[in-house]
Antibody
Framework: EVQLLESGGGLAQPGESLRLSCAAS????????MSWVRQAPGKGLEWVST????????YYADSVKGRFTISRDNSKNTLYLQMNSLRADDAAVYYC???????????????WGQGTLVTVSS | SYVLSQPPSVSVAPGQTARMTCEGN??????VHWYQQKPGQAPVLVVY???DRPSGIPERFSGSNSGNTATLTISRVEAGDEADYYC???????????FGAGTKVTVL
């Protein structure tokens, strides 16, 4: 059974950093591209970042470019999101999601984690 | 960047048919995917590649895509179908995923 379990969310002050993790199980992480998608309270889904199976291709939404870094450790079956210079509008539930297209193919998300809440407030 | 437009809400009586649209420039040339999200839960893929259903999704869920409009149809609506529904595409020009703002389906 495919499972994605996010962790690392919490309360941060504006300008601080957080690192999110997503532990994957039930499948071989390296053969899938993975993404982070966020959802601010009461708002819709917003794509944040995507990384290919090997980590060689990385894409970011303009809203986080230069502040967030996506990475993966396939040997540990874990996806990461390093979030620096956090702003109030980064507050959201952050989901990791698997793209079932393949390692270097980007189409859709067939499995999602339950999400981890990030709060940014002074 | 590519924009997807969805109506904010759709209301439907039990047993009737709910239809919701997702509009985008020449969206018919793209593969459209639909997600269902119930309160407090993660999104679930209900239709992919315009009209295919993942295993476990009832046949009541169907999709179509042509021109500038993609449509998700839920037949014989049940109370359990009440949720937010999001359309999504991959923008291969900008190398980014795009979501619509979502449609809230209310079962009367």
């Amino acid at each position: 059974e495919v499972q994605l379990l996010e962790s690392g969310g919490g309360l941060a002050q504006p300008g601080e950093s957080l690192r999110l993790s997503c532990a994957a199980s039930g499948f071989t992480l390296s053969i899938y591209a993975m993404s982070w998608v966020r959802q601010a309270p009461g708002k819709g889904l917003e794509w944040v970042s995507t990384i290919s199976g090997s980590g060689g291709e990385i894409y970011y939404a303009d809203s986080v470019k230069g502040r967030f870094t996506i990475s993966r450790d396939n040997s540990k079956n874990t996806l990461y999101l390093q979030m620096n210079s956090l702003r109030a509008d980064d507050a959201a539930v952050y989901y990791c999601a698997r793209d079932d297209c393949g390692a270097r193919c980007y189409i859709r998300f067939d499995h999602w984690g339950q999400g981890t809440l990030v709060t940014v407030s002074s | 960047s590519y924009v997807l437009s969805q109506p904010p809400s759709v209301s439907v009586a039990p047993g009737q048919t709910a239809r919701m649209t997702c509009e985008g420039n020449n969206i018919g040339s793209k593969s459209v995917h639909w997600y269902q999200q119930k309160p407090g839960q993660a999104p679930v893929l209900v239709v992919y590649d315009d009209s295919d259903r993942p295993s476990g999704i009832p046949e009541r869920f169907s999709g179509s895509n042509s021109g500038n409009t993609a449509t998700l149809t839920i037949s014989r609506v049940e109370a359990g179908d009440e949720a937010d529904y999001y359309c999504q595409v991959w923008d291969s020009r900008g190398y980014l995923f795009v979501f619509g703002a979502g449609t809230k389906v209310t079962v009367l």
